[in-house]
């Protein structure tokens, strides 16, 4: 019998609570410009994504697994963290 705690509503308000909590930890010290806030912003979302893994890193597993619609999106997510991160840059 499942526990009245592990319904998915519970988990994913739980999972959305400790996600924003982070972001809110983050930006304010990371995010202190535009570029750098969508850099972090980008960033953080691909930390859910795809977990221990780099989107490009995951790109490699999928490549190497035949998953070629998570190869792609995963080199789009690679591509578009590294133009963010050029931005960020640029912009001090």
Request: charged content about 30%.
């Amino acid at each position: 019998m499942a526990s009245p705690e592990a319904r998915p509503g519970n988990v994913r308000a739980g999972e959305e609570s400790y996600r924003k909590s982070i972001r809110d930890a983050v930006m304010p010290h990371l995010g202190t410009t535009p570029a750098k806030a969508a850099y972090c912003e980008a960033a953080h979302e691909s930390l859910w994504e795809y977990g221990e893994l780099s989107p490009y890193d995951m790109a490699v597993s999928a490549w190497n697994s035949g998953n070629r619609e998570l190869y792609e999106s995963a080199l789009a997510d690679d591509d578009r963290l590294t133009e963010l991160a050029e931005e960020a840059k640029s912009e001090g």
